[in-house]
């Protein structure tokens, strides 16, 4: 698979990914992939990461049924990062993080302090059964 | 300064950082950013990257003009990974990426092949005198 080939993998193996929603354009997560997972998101066409603390494949929403379907996948000019547009599946606003939020970025700096600026949408207790 | 002992560097003392324009949510790129780097960052108000090809501090703009005033710093969940909201500087469509493009992410996967997506707005030789 040349495409494949073309990606830049750092020295373990992975690539940073950004997970774009495609309807808001809010930059939901940043997980990453190995040569793997990426090959199985386009054979899916749901974003399947790399999990760096469980050392396996990811499969997005697999537990919570918060899966990831994907629409484009961009790569970078250094060819080490890719960006995908995706729907946030699996709740209505969507969520992608496993707090319970619309997007993982929901720190933000104010006055030197991290800030958290997005609600909960639903516990994280009931997401993961 | 607190706020940067809650950001937890990967081995490398460095962490990813996606820009994201404000007015039209495009990703423009990603790049990366040590402690010194998101201290200059929050200084300047503009964004100080830590160039892994150079290994030394790159204020973004500093050769090209195209330097990205930051608006807005978000933590991810896990703390290892930011995102800024920025506004890019320089040019008139904006430009990010040192290929001349509005974008880094100007290759998408189409049947296969990474195709180039996104036109080229200036010449590089002109941006990098």
Redesign the interface.
């Known amino acids: ?3 494949l080939d ?1 990606v830049k993998w750092d020295r373990d193996g992975l690539l ?1 990914v ?1 997970a ?1 929603e495609q309807g ?4 939901l ?2 997980a990453w992939m190995n040569r793997d997972s990426l090959a199985a998101t ?1 054979e899916r066409g749901q974003a399947v990461y790399w999990s760096r603390s469980r050392q396996r494949l990811w499969h997005k929403g697999e537990e919570s049924g918060h899966f990831q379907k994907v629409h ?7 060819a080490d ?1 890719l ?1 995908l547009s995706v729907t946030q599946h699996g709740h209505d606003p969507s969520i992608a ?3 319970g ?1 619309h997007s ?6 104010e006055n ?3 800030q958290t ?1 997005e609600p909960v949408l639903k516990d994280p207790e009931s997401i993961y059964r």
């Not at 808001?24 to 930059?27: A, E, I, L, P, S």
């Not at 484009?72 to 250094?78: E, G, K, P, V």
């Open positions: 698979m040349n495409w073309e940073p950004v774009q808001t354009g809010d930059v997560m940043v386009v484009a996948m961009r790569l970078d000019c250094d990062v960006l993080c496993h707090t939020r993982c970025f929901y720190r933000q700096l030197g302090v991290w600026v």
